[in-house]
C-alpha cells in the first residue's frame, strides 16, 4: 500500500497560499493526508501517517480549508509542529521518523520564508526568515551525523521562530506561552547534558517571559494556574542539580498545555 502524503504537498510550492490554523493556540498539527501521486516511490511518508495519533488533534476549521483573515499561515504552523515532532523523534534516537519530518519541513519552512519574504515584508520578518533558513540547515547537518543534543536543540529552536513567524498573525494563545513552552524543552536537554549555564540562562529567559504573560493569565480569571507557574519558578531558582532542573521542566511541559487552555477557553466563551 502506497503511503498518503500530506494536503499541503502542492501548496509547498506555493508560499503565498495560506491554510487556517493556530500557531501558538494549540501547537497541534495541520497536516493531512490525501492519496500519494501514481508512480511516486521516493517521496517519504507524511508526517499525518506516521504520527497517526495526532489525526484526532486536528483544527477542526482547517478541515474546511477556509481560512480566516488574520489567522497564522499554515505553513507557519506546520514549521513549528515538524519542529516539535522532530525534537520528539530525536530525544529518542529515532531517526527515521526524524528525516522524515525534516523532508516535510524543508517544504513548509520555504513556504514560510515566502510569506514574509515579499517587497513590503519589515525587516525583523526578513531577519526571522533568514534564521529560519539557516536554523533548518543546521537541523539538517545534525540529524545526519544523528546528533542528539544537536538536533534536539536545533529543532527546539526552530519551533520558536516558528512562534516569532505567527506572533503578528491573529491567535489564540499568547506568544509568551509557545516560549515557555521552549525553555521547557531547552531545559531538558540542558538537564540532560548537565549544561548548568544554559539552564541557568533558560530559567531567567523564562522569568523575563512569565513576567509579560502572568497579568494576561490573571484576567482570565486563572489565579491558581497563576500562582502554580510561580511555584515553578521558585522551585527552578532554588535548583542547585540537573536532576532538579529536569523535574522542572517536566513540570512546565504540564503548566503549558493547562495554559494553553486557559486561552483556548476564554476564546470560545468569548
Not at 493531512?32 to 484526532?56: E, L, W, Y
Not at 499568547?174 to 549544561?195: F, H, I, N, W
Request: charged share 20%.
Amino acid at each position: 500500500m502506497q503511503q498518503s502524503a500530506p494536503n499541503h504537498q502542492d501548496l509547498y510550492r506555493r508560499p503565498t497560499f495560506g491554510l487556517l490554523a493556530l500557531l501558538l493556540a494549540t501547537g497541534l498539527s495541520s497536516v493531512r493526508c490525501r492519496g500519494q501521486q501514481s508512480g511516486s516511490t521516493t517521496t517519504p511518508t507524511s508526517p499525518a501517517a506516521i504520527h497517526a495519533k495526532d489525526d484526532t488533534k486536528l483544527n477542526v476549521r482547517s478541515q474546511t480549508n477556509t481560512p480566516a483573515v488574520g489567522d497564522v499561515p499554515w505553513a507557519i504552523t506546520d514549521v513549528g509542529q515538524l519542529g516539535q515532532n522532530i525534537y520528539e523523534a530525536a530525544q529518542q534516537d529515532n531517526w527515521d521518523r526524524a528525516g522524515n519530518d525534516f523532508y516535510w519541513l524543508n517544504r513548509a519552512s520555504a513556504a514560510a520564508r515566502g510569506t514574509v519574504a515579499g517587497p513590503m515584508a519589515d525587516q525583523r520578518a526578513k531577519a526571522v526568515g533568514t534564521d529560519l533558513y539557516t536554523s533548518v540547515a543546521a537541523l539538517g547537518q545534525a540529524i545526519r551525523a544523528k546528533d542528539k543534543t544537536g538536533a534536539m536543540l536545533d529543532a527546539n529552536k526552530i519551533t520558536l521562530v516558528a512562534a516569532a513567524l505567527g506572533a503578528p498573525y491573529a491567535h489564540q494563545v499568547p506568544y509568551e506561552v509557545s516560549c515557555l513552552d521552549y525553555d521547557g524543552r531547552q531545559m531538558q536537554v540542558y538537564a540532560a547534558t548537565k549544561d548548568m549555564e544554559g539552564l541557568q540562562a533558560t530559567l531567567r529567559d523564562m522569568e523575563a517571559k512569565w513576567l509579560k504573560l502572568r497579568p494576561r493569565v490573571v484576567e482570565d480569571q486563572a489565579g491558581a494556574e497563576a500562582k502554580r507557574f510561580d511555584a515553578i519558578l521558585t522551585l527552578a531558582r532554588a535548583a542547585m542539580t540537573p536532576q532538579q532542573y529536569a523535574a522542572v521542566a517536566q513540570q512546565t511541559e504540564r503548566e503549558v498545555d493547562v495554559l494553553q487552555g486557559v486561552f483556548l477557553a476564554h476564546r470560545s466563551l468569548g
